[in-house]
């Protein structure tokens, strides 16, 4: 049985591939064959399935209350060149962290408030693109674009992956 799942793309689309999130995102809902998301859609209104898709422009503390209720939860970044990986996966915990930048939380602090409210924080894994152009635009580069299939083939391996039982 598939777990309860949450995919959350996150980054700014209007600033070429930090958008990649929102493009993982659609590339999953077209698998899981809904339709893909309005510019201005995050997902939020099509919540209550097994596995759920939304996107946002940044974490923040609210998500805590959503994600508190899933089994799995997988957020999908993009990543500057820092990161060697073209395609980075992380497993990570719950646990109060201090951000990259000041207005951004980290995926592990949303996870210590979701346990912190509700006892519980889901497993998580954080999936990073890399991106190489983060002007203004709305497109992808061609190098990002590539990454967005076997980005969202990982996911859909991870989702599918049967439990491991002791």
Do not use: W
């Not at 996150?10 to 493009?23: C, H, K, L, Q």
């Not at 497109?139 to 439990?163: D, Y």
């Amino acid at each position: 049985m598939l777990k309860h799942t949450l995919i959350a793309g996150f980054g700014n689309t209007y600033r070429r591939d930090d958008g990649a999130g929102r493009a993982v995102v659609n590339a999953l809902r077209e698998y899981l064959e809904r339709p893909a998301l309005e510019p201005l859609d995050d997902g939020f209104d099509d919540l209550g399935n097994q596995v759920d898709t939304i996107v946002l422009h940044q974490l923040v503390p609210e998500l805590a209350e959503v994600v508190k209720d899933y089994e799995l939860v997988i957020f999908v970044d993009a990543h500057v060149g820092s990161i060697p990986e073209e395609i980075r996966e992380v497993t990570i915990d719950a646990e109060f962290t201090t951000p990259f930048v000041s207005h951004q939380f980290h995926p592990a602090t949303v996870l210590a408030l979701a346990q912190q409210m509700s006892g519980h924080a889901p497993e998580c894994v954080l999936i990073s693109l890399r991106g190489y152009n983060f002007d203004f635009g709305e497109e992808l580069t061609a190098e990002t674009q590539a990454l967005v299939k076997p980005t969202t083939e990982r996911i859909i391996g991870l989702i599918n992956k049967e439990p491991d039982y002791a």
